[in-house]
């Protein structure tokens, strides 16, 4: 989260940030922020608030966000191809390299600057282009199926869109990203409002 | 979670299910996922599992996706469409019923059978139509001041695609569907892991 603010700060040329600036942003009281950003080592704070760039550098550090790390989209439909357009994952630390698709129409018709692929060298491509994360946006008839031979082609975290709990092994990481599903959460929290 | 295991068993023509099947496919313990749905009252385990249909619907009125919630999608770019064309919104107990962007020239070709409206109706459409719900899907510069726009109309709840953070008033709950997020976690935990 806070990482994600420097970016911000930093695109609208903001070069210093308090706690209580960042606090209130996302809501956490400013001793929160504090604790948490000094969780993760020293860095100067003189009392007049944090350098921007500098905190940015430092959390990217800490958290291994200074290394680029490769990524795949698998599954160009509307979803898939909407990420290849998505201009904030250089600058975030993430170099697309390239999708793929089974339909070989597709990846034929596909406008992209991003290298495209038939759904069969997969294995071969994430290999070669050592690929380490893959954004999962199949139907959720094959999610399962996708997600395991990502995982048997060396993938250690896939972010899936697909609607279905996929099950891989346990040095792969998931997150799942489920529109359904958060608006479940909205759905609850405003009727336990009530 | 387990309301969207049940709806794929369902899918499936499934009708039992076990805590242990429901445990071992999200990957916690079995008594844990008894633990959570007793939490929300009495539901019938008589020890040969539980049924599918009542328990869906048991954790459905428990908490609140009993009732059709209706909801809208703010910025019709390849994000926004894909949200339109996704199938799984009714059965899942929303309704999307509006689609709203700046651009007159998008809202007269765009081929969807959801109506849509350009973005200066958006107040009386989502009063008329009693919306609760919006996923917004702008890009990031005008996020903010539409999702205060969403909050002065009277939605409730959003979903964030835009990366950004957005700040509305309390009676407002976001939740933030950012990709770039879930890659820096999964890059943070794969760090950690070596």
């Known amino acids: 989260m806070v990482v994600q603010q420097c970016d911000e ?17 996302i809501g956490v009281p400013a001793h929160t922020v504090r604790k948490d950003i000094n969780c993760l080592g020293e860095v100067g704070d003189n009392g007049s608030g944090y350098d921007v760039v500098k ?22 439909g509307r979803l898939g191809s909407a990420l290849m357009d998505y ?18 129409n597709r990846i ?3 406008q ?15 290999r070669r ?3 380490e994360l893959a954004l999962l946006a199949v139907p959720a008839p094959v999610a399962q199926v996708t997600a395991e031979l990502l995982g048997a082609s ?3 975290g896939i972010v ?33 409002a009530n």
Do not use: W
């Open 9 to 25: 700060l930093q695109m609208q040329g903001i070069d210093r940030v308090s706690s209580t600036q960042m606090g209130q942003q």
């Open 160 to 192: 899936n869109f697909a609607p279905v709990v996929i099950k891989v092994s346990a040095d792969v990481q998931v997150r799942n990203m489920n529109v359904v599903n958060e608006l479940r959460v909205l759905s609850s929290l405003m009727t336990l």
């Open 129 to 131: 282009e050592k690929i």
């Open 154 to 156: 060396g993938i250690k």
């Open 108 to 110: 034929e018709t596909i």
């Open 87 to 104: 201009e904030k994952f250089l600058i975030s630390g993430f170099s697309v390299v390239a999708g793929f698709d089974s339909s070989v």
């Open 55 to 76: 905190l940015k550098k430092h959390l990217e550090q800490a958290l291994g966000f200074d290394e680029i790390r490769n990524a795949c989209i698998v599954g160009l």
């Open 112 to 126: 992209t600057r991003i290298p495209v692929y038939p759904a069969y060298d997969m294995e071969e491509v994430i």
